[in-house]
């Protein structure tokens, strides 16, 4: 056991040891009392890595007298599960925890599916992907429970840190480490809600600690040092990263420059600058827009540096670009008006286009009845340049408006000539 890592060795080995997780598990959820009573439902855990699934799991076991298995999807094979099945048949119940469950495979699932609908065998699975996007829908409709876990809080890795420091059985309280209350919280922060991180740090720290009569001398330096990235969460192609990013658009959408700044530097930390582009691109064009329309390539321009600098500068034309996204008006008329067109052509609101519109570059077009268009530079008008009446739209849609001006920055002045147009087509 002192061989094995500190997060291990500090599990919790029944329900009763759990920190944190209090609407899930606590003793005030209808999971904590059914599982007092002996009774298990099939389940999903769903959350960052670090956060206590696993450590759930195995604390569930510890509080039933359950027979209890644990095999990894992502090197579980056909005779794996078959063994359990097997084991289930000879015990009558049993509970396997599935860790990364999302990468089960349709061959395990049908070996697997029938003894977890009987009840034979108890699925608690694992995931740090969101189970609705991606854990089959076979599972989950077999699993009663479907738990998304949040991120412990520092006062959580506090009293998880304490703990360890204190336990001399599993812990590391059999060692003589002088270590402040500051310290603990600082460790704690770099957990980031990560308990598996804060203790891998606690235990790092200790190790790499100066030694003076047998005492570990834990330094504020030493803290900070290996703290230094331990903070991050999330990878660059996880669930936590599209959360990453969806903050910092949202963040942007709502003119907050810190939290923006903060979520970028975070996105950039997980290293998928390709991914962080595209979307202060989007950005750009969907939440700014016609408030702003020089906005879309100043971003532009900013993405193409990012992309010929690479990190680390090209954080710094990105910081810029979000900043300025920021602090611009915004205006998200231009999305909406193509998904409301978009939506009258999947609901099947379509009809035909106008002859005088249609193509006439071939002989015969005339013979079709393809004329009457009226080209509008022969007809000038007012400040609008060419400008004549007629009819764009396909009859069963003449009357539809999808564009709704934001009277927002420069969109204002496109709003006074969208009404000023729509009064000349009622003066006909």
Known sequence: ??????????????????????????????????????????????????????????????????????????????????????????????????????????????????????????????????????????????????????????????????????????????????????????????????????????????????????????TDKLVAQLAEKIGLYGDAKGDQFYNLLSALQKSIRGSDVNAALYYLAHCLENGDLVAVNRRLLVISYEDVGLADPQVGPHVLAAVQSAERLGMPEARIPLAQAVIEMCLAEKSNSAISAIDAAIHDIHAGKTGDIPMHLRDTHYSGAAELGNVGYQYPHNTPIGTFGGWVNQQYLPDELVTREYYTPVIAGKEQRMATIYDKLKSFKKKK
Do not use: W
């Open 1 to 218: 056991m002192p061989n094995e890592p500190l997060a291990y060795r500090m599990r919790p080995q029944n329900i009763e040891e759990i920190v944190g997780h209090e609407d899930v598990i606590g003793p005030n959820t209808h999971l904590y009392k059914m599982i007092q009573k002996g009774h298990v439902p099939s389940m999903l855990l769903y959350g960052n890595p670090g956060i206590g699934k696993t450590s759930i799991a195995y604390a569930i076991a510890g509080s039933v007298s359950i027979p209890f298995f644990a095999l990894n999807a992502t090197r579980a094979g056909k005779k794996d599960v078959e063994g359990i099945v097997a084991e289930a048949h000879f015990s009558g119940q049993v509970i396997l925890f599935l860790d990364e469950i999302h990468r089960f495979n349709k061959l395990q699932q049908d070996t697997l599916l029938p003894h977890v609908e009987n009840g034979s065998i108890i699925l608690i699975g694992a995931t740090t992907e969101n189970p609705f996007h991606d854990v089959n829908p076979a599972i989950r409709s077999r699993c009663g429970e479907i738990k998304q876990l949040k991120r412990l809080t520092t006062k959580n890795l506090e009293q998880l840190i304490r703990q360890a420091l204190q336990d001399e059985k599993r812990g590391l309280g059999r060692y003589n480490i002088q270590i402040t209350e500051e310290q603990i919280h600082q460790i704690a922060q770099a957990g980031n809600g990560d308990a598996r991180k804060a203790l891998n740090l606690l235990e790092s720290v200790y190790y790499a600690a100066d030694e003076e009569d047998d005492v570990a001398i834990v």
